[in-house]
């Protein structure tokens, strides 16, 4: 992790699970076996994974061809540091941009660790995010990096190029004003089941099959 002179090494440990979660396979019905994804190509059928290499599309159907060498020159150096690059107040991330949460830690020695610790504290005082750009197995990351109890929370961003525009979901919404009778009720409705967020109290019922 980078900050003006300081440069601090740092590990990326996942902040989520999926151990609670039930995976389902599609089971061939009479015989019991599970059904596999065959890989063909139009006009030749199956093909063995030694025949399948990747590419660029150009055109319509019309494909550059890469060859494992050429793959390694463009893809990114995976790096154990990140250049942070600007601060901002965490309310300024629109939500939708949050994709995947780390949990930070310094890697290496006490040196490592101090100099964490310097920007763990100097965020959690300016009560800032700060921003910066990784690169982890080739590929290219916005992360937005804040104080998390002792460590540091990272989380992945989306670029802007991947979020959709909400009007052209939501055009189609009637515009409606609501009668205020209505109204009220939602509203007390809303104040009858307002309480502190808390994450264990919702259990995922489909687990439990």
């Not at 961003?157 to 979020?163: G, H, K, P, V, Y």
């Not at 939602?186 to 967020?197: D, H, Q, S, Y």
């Given at each position: 992790m980078w900050l003006s002179l300081v440069n601090i090494g740092i590990e990326l440990c996942t902040a989520t699970a999926s151990a609670g979660r039930v995976s389902l396979h599609q089971i061939h019905k009479s015989s019991g076996k599970r059904i596999r994804c065959e890989k063909t190509a139009g006009g030749v059928g199956p093909v063995d994974h030694d025949e399948i290499v990747k590419g660029f599309e150009t055109s319509k159907d019309e494909y550059l061809l890469l060859e494992p060498d050429e793959l390694d020159e463009i893809r990114l150096e995976s790096k154990r540091t990140m250049d942070l690059v600007q601060f901002v107040d965490a309310c300024e991330i629109d939500p939708r941009y949050f994709e995947k949460s780390y949990y930070v830690v310094p890697a290496g020695d006490e040196v490592a660790a101090e100099g964490f610790?310097?920007?763990?504290?100097?965020?959690?005082k300016a009560e800032m995010v700060g921003l910066g750009q990784m690169a982890v197995r080739g590929r290219n990351y916005v992360v937005a990096i804040k104080p998390w109890g002792n460590g540091l929370l990272l989380e992945t961003?989306?670029?802007?190029?991947?979020?959709k525009d909400s009007d052209t979901v939501f055009d189609a919404i009637p515009d409606l004003k609501p009668e205020k009778e209505m109204m009220d009720l939602?509203?007390?409705?809303?104040?009858?089941?307002?309480?502190?967020?808390r994450a264990d109290a919702f259990k995922s019922e489909y687990s439990k099959l």
């Open positions: 610790t310097v920007i763990r504290e100097a965020l959690r961003l989306r670029f802007a190029d991947e979020i939602a509203g007390e409705l809303i104040k009858r089941k307002v309480a502190p967020f």
